[in-house]
């Protein structure tokens, strides 16, 4: 399984940006895909998940601001952010928790977030 993101870039304060994760390759059963972001200098943190089934879970920070999406028959998964912050600078990844594939987890190359103030 592989996962390819895209959309991250430079936005100003209050702009909006939307990334997009395809996964490509053998995905059995149910499973869970996400953002996380990691700041420099700090641990990758969860931003947002969302189950096959459409259950989401989204970090504090980003509560009403951001959105995950998914499209299941197409394994993508979206982050729609809004009123975006310096603060969210970070490189972005998605992740795909996949309990029946040969492996649990599988992360995607991060793509960049950048909010200038």
């Known amino acids: 399984v592989q996962l390819q993101a895209s959309g991250g870039g430079l936005v100003q304060a209050g702009g909006s940006l939307r990334l997009s994760c395809a996964a490509s390759?053998?995905?059995?059963?149910?499973?869970?895909m996400g953002w996380y972001r990691q700041a420099p200098g700090n641990h990758r943190v969860l931003v947002a998940d969302i189950t096959r089934g459409g259950s989401t879970n989204y970090a504090d920070s980003v509560k009403g601001r951001f959105t995950v999406s998914r499209d299941s028959a197409r394994n993508t998964v979206y982050l729609q952010m809004n009123s975006l912050k310096p603060e969210d600078t970070a490189v972005y990844y998605c992740?795909?928790?996949?309990?029946?594939?040969?492996?649990?987890?599988?992360w995607g190359k991060g793509t960049l977030v950048t909010v200038s103030s």
């Open positions: 992740k795909l928790t996949c309990p029946l594939c040969k492996a649990i987890d599988y």
């Open positions: 390759g053998t995905i059995v059963g149910g499973n869970v």
